[in-house]
C-alpha cells in the first residue's frame, strides 16, 4: 500500500551504532546507508535497516552495541564508541514506494512481527508474498524472542498471549502507545537515495555530542 496523504512523515530519522576508532565504518555509513548484507533475520518487520524518530530510543542500543563488540573482540571498551545517527529522510522522494503503516498496536501489527520473528535465518521464506519497501510501526517491548520461544514450544501459549506479551514491560506493566517506540524498517536497497547521514551524536565523557558529519573533531576521533 501506499502511504496515505494524511500521514505526516518525519523528515529526520535516528539509528543507533556503534563505531571503532580508526575503522571506515562512519564513512560506509555516508556513502551507502542501506546494506542488506548488514541486515539481520529475525527482526520485527524483517530484513531491512532500522531506524526511529525517537532520539532517546536508539541511545540504550548504541551502547549496548558498543559493549558487546569490544567485548566479543576482547578489546578496550575505549575502542568503540556509542554512536546515533542523524539522518535527514527525503520523502518527497518516495515516488511509488510501497509503505507499510501499522497506526496503533493491533493484532495485524502483531502478526505481521510474529511472523518475520520466525522468519530467523535465511533459508526460511519471507512470509510476505511481497514485502514492503517500509514498514512503520510500533516497538515489540519485552523479551520478543522469549514470547516467541513460548509460542513455539509451550502448550498452550497462544497468538493472544503473544499479542499481550509484547504490549507489557519487563516490569510487569502494559505499555501505552508512547511507551512502546517506534521503528521505521526500510526494506529494500533501492531507497538508499532518499537517506543521508547529516551528522552523528556521540557519547563523549557521559554525554551526548553533536557533531556534523564534516565536522573535524570526526577525524580528530578517530572516526573518520
Known amino acids: 500500500m501506499s502511504v496515505s496523504a494524511q500521514v505526516i512523515l518525519p523528515r529526520t530519522l535516528y ?33 531491512g535497516f532500522y531506524t526511529t524518530h525517537l532520539i532517546e530510543q536508539p541511545k540504550p542500543w548504541a551502547i ?15 575502542d568503540y564508541v556509542p554512536c546515533i545517527l542523524n539522518i535527514a529522510w527525503d520523502t518527497g522522494a518516495l515516488n511509488e514506494a510501497a509503505v507499510l503503516l501499522f497506526s496503533d498496536a493491533s493484532r495485524e501489527w502483531a502478526r505481521f512481527i510474529l511472523d518475520h520473528r520466525l522468519q530467523s535465518d535465511a533459508n526460511k521464506a ?10 512503520v ?21 497462544e497468538f493472544e498471549q503473544f499479542f499481550e506479551g509484547i504490549q507489557i514491560s519487563e516490569e510487569g506493566n502494559k505499555m501505552t502507545m508512547d511507551g512502546l517506540g ?28 553533536y557533531y556534523g558529519i564534516d565536522d573535524p573533531h570526526l577525524s580528530e576521533l578517530k572516526l573518520l
Open 182 to 209: 517506534n521503528q521505521y524498517a526500510f526494506c529494500n536497497e533501492a531507497l538508499d537515495g532518499t537517506l543521508k547521514v547529516t551528522g552523528c551524536h556521540i557519547l563523549e565523557g557521559g554525554e551526548w555530542i
Open 126 to 135: 519471507d512470509p510476505c508474498n511481497e514485502h514492503p519497501d517500509i514498514v
Open 137 to 157: 510501526g510500533y516497538m515489540a517491548d519485552n523479551d520478543t524472542g522469549d514470547l516467541v520461544s513460548r509460542y513455539l514450544y509451550e502448550s498452550g501459549f
Open 15 to 47: 539509528h543507533g551504532t556503534s563505531i571503532r576508532r580508526g575503522s571506515t565504518e562512519l564513512m560506509h555509513f555516508t556513502t551507502k546507508l542501506l546494506d542488506k548484507k548488514y541486515w539481520k533475520h529475525g527482526r520485527d518487520f524483517g530484513l
Open 64 to 78: 549496548k552495541s558498543s559493549r558487546k563488540r569490544a567485548s566479543e573482540e576482547g578489546v578496550s571498551a575505549h
